[in-house]
């Protein structure tokens, strides 16, 4: 069976449903009543080649058709609609007021109730605390993080947990396996993660100030699809793990949106807010890819067998492509 490697074949959208997703964009983004900007154009060039519908000079001067709920039928639809405009709001680095008002609005039209849409104000009027809580609430990787540390080592689990948090939880043997990598020849997986690990002094599980082992799928995946781990290369693992993860997976998207693009500082301490670092083209392609993934990179799997492979064949058995993303 072919891979869908299209936003629309995807997103299994109707021609009626992808012109609408565009016009809709474009809706928004002209109730500014100004000049398009540039990372505006570039989100609608990244979203019309995605849904395959061309961007039309009609869209900028046509209302949106009043059975816009009739095209897309389900709540669940309508909604994703709805949280999908939140990137037009913010996309030129700040909450564009009359744009939110435009959203808002439709979103009454349509009948959505959005708790991503209400949490734009917290983001123009810098709420950090709400948006934390927000998105803490609602991560996928935290929820299940938690989920398997009680459901695989119960309450001795979770005070292991609380001591990582308080920057106290060392593993010695498990800190050695991971500088073990780095006696694996070059071009290997496990070689090229000692190498992201130790370039960007990135401590390895186990070592003081190191990440619980069951979140290192992050920078593994980082390696793999060949993402920086700067703002660009954050918003762009955002995408990826959208791609790929059950639950309410809009949640990376407005993390990195709130602080990559926004410049908001939501994210732990360790990460260093920033300014118009969403690029529209490579979330998506990388949003594309995460679609490709063929293991629950976010629970148990084995990834100690990979580590002696090449990169290519490590991709291949996660089920990417091979190259960069």
Excluded at 70 to 85: G, Y
């Amino acid at each position: 069976m072919a891979i869908p490697t299209s936003l629309r074949s995807i997103l299994a959208l109707t021609a009626e449903q992808a012109t609408a997703v565009l016009w809709a964009a474009v809706a928004i983004a002209e109730s500014d009543r100004a000049a398009v900007g540039q990372r505006t154009a570039e989100l609608l060039d990244t979203a019309s080649h995605g849904l395959e519908v061309a961007l039309e000079p009609w869209m900028k001067t046509r209302s949106l058709p009043g059975n816009l709920g009739e095209v897309f039928p389900s709540a669940k639809e309508r909604r994703h609609l709805v949280d999908a405009l939140i990137l037009v709001v913010c996309i030129e680095g700040e909450v564009q007021p009359r744009r939110q008002r435009a959203l808002v609005e439709l979103a009454a039209a349509l009948g959505v109730r959005s708790h991503w849409v209400t949490l734009i104000d917290a983001f123009a009027h810098r709420r950090l605390l709400t948006i934390k809580r927000a998105v803490g609430t609602r991560s996928p990787d935290v929820r299940r993080l938690f989920s398997r540390v009680w459901r695989e080592e119960g309450l001795l689990g979770m005070l292991r947990a609380l001591w990582f948090v308080m920057g106290f939880y060392r593993d010695r043997q498990l800190a050695a396996r991971f500088h073990a990598l780095e006696r694996l020849a070059p071009g290997t997986f496990g070689r090229a993660i000692f190498d992201h690990c130790d370039t960007r002094h990135i401590p390895f599980p186990g070592d003081k100030g190191g990440m619980p082992e069951r979140m290192m799928h992050h920078d593994l995946m980082h390696v793999l699809n060949g993402f920086d781990t700067d703002a660009a290369g954050e918003c762009e693992i955002a995408g990826f793990y959208a791609g790929f993860t059950d639950g309410d997976s809009f949640t990376f998207i407005m993390t990195v949106l709130a602080t990559f693009q926004l410049g908001l500082e939501v994210s732990p301490a360790v990460v260093k807010p920033d300014r118009g670092a969403f690029r529209p083209a490579r979330v998506l392609r990388a949003y594309l890819r995460g679609r490709q993934l063929t293991i629950d990179v976010m629970g148990p799997w084995d990834y100690w067998e990979l580590m002696p492979l090449s990169l290519a064949e490590a991709q291949a058995r996660l089920g990417l492509p091979p190259g960069q993303g």
